[in-house]
C-alpha cells in the first residue's frame, strides 16, 4: 500500500465512552430500584413498617402484655381508644401488632443473616475445595435437603420444650441454609473460571484474599436476592410456629402469637387475627416486590456490553 | 504416548546464546474424562502432550495454532495457573513445579499474565485504580499514596489518563480494558510475561494500537514474552522464534524469518497458505486441508497431523511413528519423519492431480540433510 | 448495467434507548447486483450488521428503522410489505448466514430437522420430501456421511461443520440474495478457508448475490468484487475491490489498510488510528471521522462531507476529494492533540 502514516505516539486520549451512567454499582443498583414505580413502593411500605415496629415503644398506645381491664375490655371490636380492638385477654392488639412486628422481624433480620452466612461459608468451601469435599459436603446438604423443613422445625422446637427467642433465631436460621449453600456453591464454581479471577490467582493472591475481593462481591447480587427471600420465608415460619404454638415464648407477642390469641374466634373476632395477618401479608408482599427489583436490577444490566 | 522429549538441546543452535529465561521440557496436561455415575475416568483430553521449548531472556516467543491446538493451556501452565501433569518448567533455573505456597507466590512477581478477553480478565465490582493496584497490594510494594501514585503512572504507561482510575471497566471500550490489564501485569514488575491472545478479541485498528504498545514496553522495561495467537500476521509482526502447535504438540519451531519464508511442516504450510492476503491481485491458490481437526480427546496414531497431511511421501510410518522434533536446517525444527519435498516432488504430486503449496513456500533449495 | 437486485436507499435505524438516541445506521444507501458479492467492511460500532438485520426487518424495538429508508428487493419495497409477505421472504428469496453458529441453531433439534423446516415452511413439502432435500443439501455443502449427520445435533458438530450447516440452511430455497455477517469471524484460519471456498464454489454454481459483511480485509480482497467500507453509521467509501486496495482514498480506510498486520511486511511499528469509534448517541458534527483524521481542516467541522464521485466507480465521502491538495498537509489527529500523548 504504500501510504507513509505517521507513526502513533499516544495511546487512548479521548474520554473513555459512558455507555451507562457513571458511578460504581451500588449507585446504579440504587438508581435502577428507585425507577420501578413497584420496587418504589415496596421499599415505602418496607421504611413505614421498620419504624412503626422500631417506634413501637413510642407509638403504641399501651404495653402489649398489659392486662388492661379483664372483664369490660375483653375482645372488643376496634373503636378509637383501640384502634384494632382487643384480645381475649383484654390486652390492646394496636401495641401488640406494634411490638409483635419487632420480634417477628427482628427474629427474621437474625434469622436470615444466620441463614445467608452459614450458608455462604458451607457453598464458598464445597466451591473452592478439592472434588472429594465438594462431593462429601453437598451429599450431606443433599441430605438435608431431603428432609421437609416445617416438620424438622415443629420437631425441633416442639422437643426442646420451652424456646426462648435466641434459640428460635438459631433452629430457624440453621434449618434454612441449605438451599443457599447450593446457590453460593454454584455461582462460586461458575466465577472461579472467569479470567479475572485466574488474574487474580496469577498476582500472587491467597484463595481467601481472592473469595473476599473478587469472588463475594460478584455473587453479591443474587445473595441479595436470596436473602430477601430468607427474610421472608422466616417471617412466615415463624409465625407458623407461634401460631402453633411452639414459637415465640408466651405471653411474648408476635404476628404469629397473636394470630393465635385469635384463632378460636375467627369469625366472630376478626380484628385479632385479621391486622396480624395483613401485616404478615404486606411485608412478604413487600419482600417480594424488593425482590424481584433487586434481580432485575442487579443481573442483565450489571455489565453492559458496549 | 508422550512424543519423546525434543530436545533442543541445541539451544545454541535455536539462537539462544545464555541460559534461558525460560525452559519447558515434555510438559503435559491431561484432562480426564469422567463418565458414568461415579466418574470414572474414561480417557483423557490430552491439551498438551509433550511440549519442549525455551525462551530466551528479551526475546518473544510466539505459539500460533488453531482452536484445541493446546496453546492457551501451555501458556497456563508454565505459570501454574493450570497444575502440568507431567514434565519440567524451569524458569531462571528453578523448577517451578517444585515450589510451594510461598515462594510460588513470589515468583508470581516475576511471571505474569495478560488475558485475550478485554470483557471477562477484569472484575467489574472493581475501579480501574483498585485493579492495577492489587498487585501492589498482595505482593506489598506500595501502600497507601505511594500506591496510587504507581497507579497514576502506570496508567499513563499504558496510554491511559491517571484520572480515569476511578472509573469502572464497563465505561471504556475493548482496547482500553485490555491496557489496563497490562497495567495490572505491570504493576509486580515482571520479567517475563504470557500474553495469551492479548490482540485477538480487538479491532483492527485497535490491535495495532495494542501491539505498539507491547512492543514498546518489551522495549523499555526489557521483557520477555511468550505471545500467544492465532493470527499469524500478528505472529510473524511480533515474534522473534515461533513455534507451530497442533492437537498438543509443537509441530515447528524456527526464527520468524525462516517460518514465514519457508516453512518445512506440511501443517505450516497450509496454516500460512490459508491466511486471507488484503491484497486482492494476490494470486490465491491454497492448501485447504481436508476434514475438521480430530479432537484433542481421541487424537490420531502416531503424528497427528497425518490424517489430513499433503506430503508427497505420506505413508503408513505416519500413521505409527510419533515423529520427535527434529533440526531439519539450522535453528528449524520440525516433527515430520519424512524429508522436506523438493519443488520436484511437489510438482510430481500436483500433476497426479494432488496439492502443491503455493510457489511461495516451497524450498529454496535442496533440504538440508537430516541431523543423525 | 441491469438493476440492481437489493437497492438499500437511505436506510436509518436508530435506537431510541434511555441512554439516547443511538443513530445506528445514519443515511446507508448501497445496491447488490444479481450473481455478484458485495463486501461491507468496518469495524465494532460502524453499523453494518445493523444494516444487515435491516434487510430483513429483524431489527427489534427500541430500535426502529425511521421512515423514509427504502430497501427495494426484486421491485419492492421490503420496508412497505406486511408481517406475512417478509416472512415469505426470509429464507427463502433472502437468506442470512450468522456470525456464531451454536448460537444461530436451535440445540434442541437436529440439523437435518432444522434444514428440513425451511423447506417444508417455505415449499410447503412433505416431511419426508423436505428431509431428503436436507440430506442433499448437506452435501452440496460438503459435509461426508450426510444422511447419518442429518440426525446429529448442533452440539456434536465442529464449528466449521455447524457453520456449512448454517450455510445449508441459507442456501437450501435457492434465495437470490445471501447476507453472510461475519460468516468465518469465529472460525480457524484453515476452516475458514474452507469455508471460503466453499462459499465461492457454491455461488459460481447457483449464481447467488452475497452482501458479506466482515472487518477482516483479507476476506474481502479474496471474495469481494465490489467494497463498501462503513464509519460511523454511514458509507464512507465504496469502489470495485481492486481500486479500494489500490487507491484507498477515505483516510480510514488508508489507516485499516496501514494498521493490518501482513504477512512478509517486516516488523517497524503498525500504523494506529489515534483515539476509539465515537459512540453513536453522540456522532460528531460535519465528518465523523475528523477528530481521528490526519488532514482534517476546518471545513471538515464545518460541513458534513457527501460521497463525492471521484470516477472509476469510486465514490468516497471526504472533502479531500474535492481539496486533494490538503493531502500533503499531514498533522497529528485532534484526539492526539488534545492529551499531548505519550512520548
Not at chain 1, 163 to 180: A, N, Q, R
Not at chain 1, 191 to 203: P, Q, S, T
Not at chain 3, 45 to 52: D, I, L, P, Q, R
Not at chain 3, 298 to 305: A, L
Request: net charge positive; charged share 20%.
Amino acid at each position: 500500500m504504500g501510504a507513509t502514516v505517521v507513526a502513533e505516539s499516544a495511546g487512548e486520549l479521548t474520554p473513555p465512552r459512558s455507555r451507562t451512567p457513571l458511578g460504581g454499582p451500588a449507585v446504579r443498583v440504587g438508581r435502577e430500584l428507585r425507577g420501578h414505580p413497584r420496587t418504589r413502593v415496596a421499599l415505602a411500605l418496607l421504611a413505614g413498617l421498620v419504624v412503626a415496629t422500631v417506634g413501637a415503644p413510642l407509638l403504641a398506645p399501651h404495653d402489649p402484655n398489659a392486662v388492661l381491664d379483664a372483664v369490660a375490655l375483653k375482645s372488643l371490636p376496634p373503636s378509637l381508644a383501640h384502634p384494632f380492638g382487643t384480645d381475649p385477654y383484654s390486652r390492646d392488639v394496636l401495641s401488640r401488632v406494634l411490638f409483635g412486628g419487632r420480634v417477628t422481624l427482628g427474629v427474621a433480620l437474625l434469622a436470615a443473616a444466620v441463614t445467608m452466612g452459614v450458608g455462604t461459608a458451607y457453598g464458598a468451601a464445597a466451591a473452592l475445595a478439592g472434588p472429594r469435599t465438594d462431593a462429601a459436603l453437598m451429599r450431606v446438604v443433599d441430605a438435608m435437603l431431603s428432609l421437609p423443613r416445617v416438620l424438622l422445625l415443629f420437631a425441633l422446637v416442639a422437643l426442646w420444650g420451652q424456646v426462648t427467642v435466641p434459640l428460635l433465631v438459631l433452629f430457624l436460621g440453621l434449618t434454612s441454609w441449605f438451599g443457599v449453600s447450593r446457590l453460593v456453591r454454584a455461582e462460586v464454581r461458575a466465577l472461579r473460571e472467569r479470567e479475572f479471577v485466574v488474574a487474580a490467582r496469577a498476582l500472587g493472591g491467597g484463595t481467601v484474599a481472592v473469595f473476599f475481593r473478587h469472588l463475594l462481591p460478584n455473587i453479591a447480587a443474587p445473595l441479595l436476592v436470596a436473602g430477601t427471600l430468607a427474610v421472608r420465608n422466616v417471617i412466615l415460619l415463624e409465625a407458623g410456629l407461634s401460631f402453633l404454638g411452639v414459637g415465640v415464648p408466651h405471653p411474648l407477642a408476635s404476628w404469629g402469637s397473636v394470630i393465635r390469641d385469635g384463632a378460636d374466634q375467627v369469625a366472630v373476632h376478626w380484628w385479632i387475627t385479621v391486622f396480624p395477618g395483613l401485616a404478615i401479608v404486606l411485608t412478604v408482599l413487600a419482600l417480594d416486590a424488593l425482590g424481584d427489583g433487586l434481580r432485575e436490577a442487579l443481573d442483565p444490566r450489571q455489565l453492559p456490553r458496549p | 504416548m508422550t512424543a519423546a522429549a525434543a530436545t533442543p538441546a541445541g539451544a545454541a543452535a535455536a539462537g539462544v546464546a545464555a541460559e534461558p529465561l525460560l525452559s519447558v521440557r515434555g510438559l503435559t496436561k491431561h484432562f480426564p474424562i469422567k463418565r458414568g455415575l461415579f466418574g470414572r475416568a474414561a480417557g483423557a483430553v490430552k491439551a498438551v502432550d509433550g511440549v519442549s521449548f525455551d525462551v530466551a531472556a528479551g526475546e518473544t516467543l510466539g505459539v500460533v495454532g488453531e482452536s484445541g491446538c493446546g496453546k492457551t493451556t501451555t501458556g497456563r501452565c508454565v505459570l501454574r495457573l493450570i497444575e502440568p501433569t507431567s514434565g519440567e518448567v524451569r524458569f531462571r533455573g528453578t523448577d517451578v513445579r517444585a515450589l510451594d505456597a510461598g515462594a510460588l507466590r513470589r515468583l508470581r512477581r516475576e511471571m505474569q499474565i495478560i488475558f485475550q478477553d478485554p470483557f471477562s480478565s477484569l472484575n467489574p465490582r472493581m475501579t480501574v485504580g483498585a485493579i492495577v493496584r492489587e498487585g501492589l497490594t498482595v505482593h506489598r510494594l506500595a501502600e497507601g499514596a505511594a500506591a496510587d501514585a504507581r497507579v497514576r503512572q502506570l496508567l499513563d504507561e499504558v496510554g491511559l489518563r491517571p484520572e480515569y482510575a476511578s472509573r469502572y471497566p464497563h465505561e471504556f471500550s475493548g482496547g482500553q480494558r485490555q491496557r489496563v490489564g497490562i497495567a495490572r501485569a505491570l504493576a509486580v514488575e515482571p520479567r517475563f510475561i504470557v500474553c495469551d491472545e492479548p490482540v485477538s478479541a480487538l479491532d483492527v485498528s485497535v490491535q495495532a494500537q495494542v501491539i505498539n504498545l507491547l512492543q514498546d514496553l518489551q522495549r523499555d522495561r526489557g521483557l520477555t514474552y511468550l505471545f500467544i495467537a492465532h493470527d499469524l500476521s500478528v505472529i510473524e509482526h511480533i515474534a522473534t522464534r515461533v513455534a507451530v502447535m497442533y492437537l498438543g504438540k509443537v509441530v515447528e519451531l524456527a526464527t520468524a524469518e525462516r517460518l514465514y519464508a519457508e516453512p518445512l511442516m506440511p501443517y505450516t504450510q497450509a496454516l500460512l497458505s490459508a491466511v486471507p492476503v488484503p491484497d486482492p491481485t494476490a494470486t490465491k491458490r491454497r492448501i485447504v486441508l481436508s476434514g475438521d481437526v480430530p479432537s484433542p480427546a481421541n487424537p490420531p496414531s502416531g503424528c497427528v497431523f497425518h490424517p489430513r497431511c499433503h506430503h508427497p511421501q505420506k505413508d503408513a510410518a505416519c500413521a505409527r511413528i510419533v515423529p520427535p522434533l527434529e533440526e531439519k536446517a539450522p535453528g528449524h525444527w520440525v516433527a515430520c519423519i519424512k524429508q522436506p519435498p523438493t519443488a520436484a516432488e511437489w510438482g510430481a504430486q500436483q500433476a497426479a492431480g494432488g496439492t502443491r503449496p503455493p510457489q511461495r513456500y516451497l524450498p529454496l533449495a535442496a533440504p538440508a540433510a537430516r541431523t543423525e | 448495467m441491469t438493476a440492481p437486485l437489493l437497492t438499500i436507499d437511505s436506510l436509518r435505524t436508530y435506537f431510541h434507548t434511555g441512554a439516547g438516541l443511538a443513530r445506528s445506521v445514519d443515511g446507508v444507501s448501497l445496491a447488490v447486483h444479481a450473481g455478484e458479492t458485495l463486501g461491507v467492511v468496518g469495524e465494532s460500532g460502524c453499523g453494518k450488521s445493523v444494516t444487515a438485520l435491516s434487510v430483513l426487518r429483524l431489527i427489534r424495538p427500541p430500535g426502529r428503522i425511521e421512515a423514509g429508508s427504502r430497501v427495494l428487493f426484486e421491485g419492492r419495497d421490503l420496508l412497505a410489505l406486511g408481517d406475512e409477505e417478509i416472512r415469505q421472504i426470509r429464507g427463502n428469496r433472502i437468506a442470512m448466514i450468522f456470525q456464531e453458529p451454536m448460537t444461530a441453531l436451535n440445540p434442541v433439534f437436529t440439523v437435518g430437522e432444522q434444514i428440513a423446516e425451511v423447506v417444508r415452511v417455505h415449499a410447503g413439502a412433505s416431511r419426508k420430501a423436505a428431509w431428503a432435500r436436507a440430506v442433499e443439501m448437506l452435501a452440496l455443502v460438503g459435509i461426508p456421511a450426510p444422511e447419518q449427520r442429518a440426525g446429529e445435533y448442533p452440539h456434536q458438530l465442529s464449528g466449521g461443520m455447524r457453520q456449512r450447516v448454517m450455510i445449508a440452511m441459507a442456501l437450501v430455497m435457492n434465495p437470490a440474495l445471501v447476507i453472510a455477517d461475519e460468516p468465518t469471524t469465529a472460525l480457524d484460519v484453515t476452516i475458514q478457508a474452507q469455508i471460503l471456498e466453499l462459499l465461492a464454489d457454491l455461488q459460481r454454481r447457483l449464481g447467488t448475490a452475497v452482501l458479506l459483511i466482515t472487518h477482516d480485509l483479507g476476506v474481502i480482497a479474496e471474495v469481494a468484487r465490489r467494497v463498501v467500507v462503513m464509519y460511523g453509521g454511514e458509507v464512507v467509501e465504496e469502489a470495485p475491490v481492486g481500486e479500494l486496495f489500490a487507491r484507498a482514498h477515505h483516510p480510514y480506510t488508508e489507516g485499516l489498510l496501514a494498521a493490518m498486520p501482513r504477512l512478509g511486511a517486516g516488523r517497524d511499528r503498525l500504523a494506529t488510528i489515534p483515539g476509539t469509534v465515537p459512540p453513536a448517541t453522540a456522532w460528531p458534527s460535519g465528518c465523523r471521522f475528523r477528530e481521528r483524521c490526519p488532514y482534517a481542516w476546518e471545513r471538515c467541522e464545518r460541513e458534513h462531507p457527501p460521497l463525492y464521485d471521484i470516477g472509476a466507480g469510486h465514490t468516497s465521502r471526504c472533502h479531500l476529494a474535492v481539496e486533494p491538495e490538503r493531502r500533503a498537509q499531514r498533522h497529528l489527529p485532534l484526539v492526539a492533540q488534545v492529551a499531548g500523548g505519550r512520548a
